[in-house]
Nanobody
Framework: QVQLVESGGGLVQPGGSLRLSCAAS????????MSWYRQAPGKEREFVAL????????TYADSMKGRFTISRDNAKNTVYLQMNSLKPEDTAVYYC???????????WGQGTQVTVSS
């Protein structure tokens, strides 16, 4: 079955950096676009970034542009999110996501906590 396992979260000071990883299994990774979402306490889950199957095209939420970079390694079945210049408002649980647009199924990881605080 599809499994998405995030890692790399933690506590970081404002202005710091973190790199999140999402290890995928149970499907042909290279055939699926991959995304990151996040959910802050008391808020709805929001889109962060998307990367196409080849990795040649990426899309970001406006508030993340220039600070976050999504990438993937199809040989390792892993998608990454490099987060720089972190702000307290980036504090959230970050989720890895993919979808089967033929069946309409969504797949989510368990999430990894990112806390930006001094």
């Amino acid at each position: 079955q599809v499994q998405l396992v995030e890692s790399g979260g933690g506590l970081v000071q404002p202005g710091g950096s973190l790199r999140l990883s999402c290890a995928a299994s149970g499907f042909t990774f290279s055939r699926y676009a991959m995304s990151w979402y996040r959910q802050a306490p008391g808020k709805e889950r929001e889109f962060v970034a998307l990367i196409t199957t080849s990795g040649r095209s990426t899309t970001y939420a406006d508030s993340m542009k220039g600070r976050f970079t999504i990438s993937r390694d199809n040989a390792k079945n892993t998608v990454y999110l490099q987060m720089n210049s972190l702000k307290p408002e980036d504090t959230a649980v970050y989720y890895c996501h993919t979808a089967d647009y033929v069946t309409g199924d969504d797949f989510w990881g368990q999430g990894t906590q990112v806390t930006v605080s001094s």
